[in-house]
């Protein structure tokens, strides 16, 4: 049942990217900045987890997961080794994630060749 | 007087241009896909912690964007996720598989200029700044949390 809601509650962030598109003509680049603010400021102020909650991958596969992995990753690691846990944290919990979109990224760019030329 | 009426001529011109996305379909098309894909992210994360259950739900969520961002990337590659892109719009950008769609689109478009630079230095054009702005602000938000 829980489908519903992660359905729901994912359409609608993707949804509030496409009305940024339309009213203000951004460009992916700032749509995903800005996503990630979002998701480090929910975690900040202790929000995102009451969502990510029941919202479960609705919010946590938009990029605001990945904003509050990040400030999630630097307070966590700041209570466990106060300021060194501030640079080290963030990037920490969403190492994962960069890494795998970089080496999948580097694979498939020598792998395949430009479409949109063709 | 005379570059006043071109730079004019261009402008219209370009409006004239500009794709026209009708606001009421591309936001249903973006809610739908945006939708399908995080649905697809949490049927992925329930089969991870149905087949290893002893797998802790941190883990279990860092399995699953991987695996996201490698179906994503790979959809990139075959040149099917730009389609995808052209009907969701905005439900295509926001999922971490616009992400690693962002990384790996300009990737193989600037293959042609070698691997240092055109592969290694283009894939940031996009994901670089996402970077930045996510190292900086939670820098910021531990450094904060430090002293409350």
Avoid at chain 1, 3 to 10: D, K, M, Q, S, T
Avoid at chain 2, 23 to 28: A, D, K, T
Avoid at chain 2, 77 to 103: E, H, L, Q, R
Wanted: glycine share 12%; proline share 3%.
């Amino acid at each position: 049942m829980y489908y519903l809601w992660v359905f729901l509650i994912g359409g609608l962030v993707c949804m509030l990217g496409q009305v940024l598109i339309i009213y203000t003509n951004i460009t992916s680049a700032r749509i995903l900045v800005t996503f990630v603010l979002i998701g480090v400021l929910l975690e900040a102020f202790g929000i995102f987890d009451p969502i990510s909650e029941f919202a479960k991958a609705g919010i946590n596969v938009p990029i605001i997961g990945f904003g509050a992995s990040l400030a999630k990753g630097a307070i966590g690691a700041v209570r466990a080794r106060g300021i060194v846990g501030a640079f080290t944290g963030g990037l920490e919990a969403t190492a994962g994630g960069i890494a795998a979109a970089v080496l999948f990224a580097f694979i498939f760019a020598l792998i395949f060749k430009s479409k949109t030329k063709s | 007087m005379e570059e006043k009426k071109r730079n004019e001529a261009y402008n219209n011109y370009v409006k004239a241009k500009i794709p026209k996305t009708r606001p009421w379909p591309s936001l249903f098309n973006s809610f739908l896909v945006g939708g399908i894909i995080c649905t697809i992210g949490q049927g992925i994360n329930d089969l991870i912690m149905l087949w290893f259950p002893n797998l802790a739900e941190q883990t279990a969520w860092g399995y699953t964007l991987v695996i996201l961002v490698f179906i994503a990337s790979f959809l990139t590659g075959i040149g099917v996720y730009d389609k995808i892109g052209k009907f969701a719009g905005g439900g295509s950008i926001v999922p971490i598989t616009g992400f690693s769609n962002s990384i790996t689109s300009p990737a193989i478009e600037f293959k042609h200029e070698g691997i240092i630079y055109g592969i290694c230095v283009k894939m940031f054009t996009i994901a670089g700044p996402v970077i930045v702005a996510g190292i900086v602000s939670s820098i910021i938000v531990g450094l904060v949390y430090l002293f409350i």
